[in-house]
């Protein structure tokens, strides 16, 4: 099985770049597919309206948003969630709406034939990418960067691990969107 998504119908926003230092953001994004509207990563940001406002600005309403990915489980990735109350939520193994928790490995995992959840462990044992395919390409929603030009990962807990991650996303990601920063698109100079 190939990690490239079976369809390129998806389109993405940013909805804010994530950013690191003497405080923490996590990049928020919109996805959309027939269907399924799911926001990757709503974790830390200065004021909520930083996601919501975006939202409304594309005309989605909380509400509206049917699944959440956690690309892991620090807070600064996590800690908004509950705007989406309709939302299933999907981490590393499993699937979470309302009070049913199902279980299933993340890796493979389609949320549509556009939308594809694969495991790439590094930064956290549990992390995982969410790779869309769009008209323009493969975009990859992951933590295996913190931005375009992060190396290392200090706090990463398998650093093995996290290149394999990085070679694989590499493989067939034209467009990175990193845990902490705007999107880039990959290039040799990218770190592996």
Same mark, same amino acid.
């Given at each position: 099985m190939t990690d490239r998504p079976r369809r390129d119908t998806a389109t993405y926003h940013l909805l804010h770049a994530g950013y690191v230092g003497g405080t923490v953001a996590s990049t928020v994004a919109l996805v959309r597919d027939g269907d399924v509207v799911l926001v990757t990563d709503p974790g830390m940001v200065r004021d909520r309206e930083l996601i919501l406002g975006p939202l409304r600005e594309l005309g989605v309403a909380p509400e509206a948003v049917t699944d959440v990915v956690f690309s892991h489980h620090h807070p600064d990735h996590t800690l908004n969630a509950a705007l989406f109350p309709a939302a299933r939520f999907h981490d590393h193994w499993a699937i979470?709406?309302?009070?049913?928790?199902?279980?299933?490995?993340?890796?493979?995992w389609e949320l549509s034939e556009s939308i594809r959840l694969i495991r790439t462990p590094g930064h956290t044992p549990e992390d995982i990418t969410t790779? *869309?395919?769009?008209?323009?390409?493969?975009? /990859? +929603?992951?933590?295996?960067?913190? =931005?375009s030009t992060s190396a290392e990962d200090p706090f990463a807990t398998d650093v093995d691990a996290l290149r394999r991650g990085r070679e694989r996303v590499l493989a067939v990601a034209? *467009?990175?969107?990193?845990?902490?920063?705007? /999107? +880039?698109?990959?290039?040799?100079? =990218?770190?592996?």
């Open positions: 979470y709406h309302g009070d049913v928790w199902e279980d299933r490995d993340a890796e493979g790779l *869309v395919g769009t008209a323009e390409g493969v975009v /990859a +929603f992951t933590h295996l960067w913190w =931005t034209d *467009v990175v969107v990193p845990g902490h920063g705007p /999107a +880039f698109r990959p290039d040799a100079g =990218t770190p592996r």
